[in-house]
């Protein structure tokens, strides 16, 4: 791990322990992956200005999101099956937020479940990312689960009205429900070690990994056939669904997914307490703008009403500045966190971690500013 210098070396490192399906369900986008490249071309067109001769002794990285103290301007983003990347995945994701005091934000589709990450993870401040199942009294009843493992914070995804196009999915077999095709099948058998750390470890014990949250009646085996209809996403969500959900969720509640102006002023019109611009890292529509291009325009508009957050293609910890430069309060981080527990388990989500601090801390230092918020009114961009 001593050799992983930087989020490129960790993500090589992933590559190499994860069978290729789930390498490439993490680390691909969709369609022909031009939002993916966007993501990268928006925070790389943008320039940080240092101030000479103003290097500060002390830097404070530590920050307030939603009037909570965190350790850093960033949030571990919800991910789908992270506890597949590694075993109980979801639970040292959540010890390593923890240790930089930073949220993790868990998803509804996580293998591990919200009681076991608060069991095995009690200091972790934990979000809950939800997405609305078409029964929504089933949804309502995960969120009463949610709510007595003491989350206060509530994360609604908005962008995922339909599965995504991902065709590299079905070239590698990779489907959920896993497939056993021939190849999904041997991509499984050439990647022994993680088939004996996290699929064996798994078939030993719980058996094979399932979406934890789904209720028990529907509760498929990542490897059924059907998701039933009634835990399907629902693909009609709507300002109403969001005015209810504000009914009923006392603690904050987060829209994630939000590109437009309009969105991010009507979620605050609703009475949400913040939103997270986002490209969904690129992996659902191809034609999304960038968040980088977008995020002044709805700081501007609603980032004194409510909370502003950003995420998609963060992968060094200037680009976590560039956001924050923005107007982001904090920058949720989606595959580099997963790269981190591939490479080396709880302590590669660690040094990931660590490291991404580090470079802040590196990049504050040269731009001569004690605080990441210091950072607005220092970004540039590229003119083309
Ligand atoms: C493997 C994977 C699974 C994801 N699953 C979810 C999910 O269940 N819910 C959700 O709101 N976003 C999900 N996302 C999107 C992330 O929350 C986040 O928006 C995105 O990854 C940020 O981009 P980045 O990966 O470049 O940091 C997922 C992303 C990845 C990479």
Redesign the pocket.
Known sequence: MARLLNTADYREAARRFLPRGLFE???RGTEDELALAN?RRALDDLYLTPSVLAGHPARELATTVLGQSIGLPMVI??????GLVAHDGEVKLARAAARQRIPF?I????VTTIEEVRAGAPDATVWF?L?LWKDRELSYRLLDRVRACGVTTL?V?A??PVGPNREYNKRNGFGVPFSYSTRAVLDVLEHPRWFASVLLRYLATTGMPSYGHYPAEFRNSVTRAQIHRAVALENLLNWDDLSELRRRWPGQILL??VLAVADAIRAADVGLDGV?V??????NLDVAPPSADVLPAIAEAVGNRIEVLA?????RGSDVLKYVALGAKAV?????P?WGLAAGGEAGADGLLAMLRTEIDLAMTFLGIARPEETRGRIVRRVA
């Open positions: 369900y993490i680390d993501l983003a919800p991910t789908a099956l992270a934000c998803s509804t589709q996580s990312q997405y994360v995804t962008d995922t994630k997914g997270v986002s490209a969904h890292g690129g992996r995420d998609s293609g963060a992968r949720m981080l989606g595959r580099a997963l």
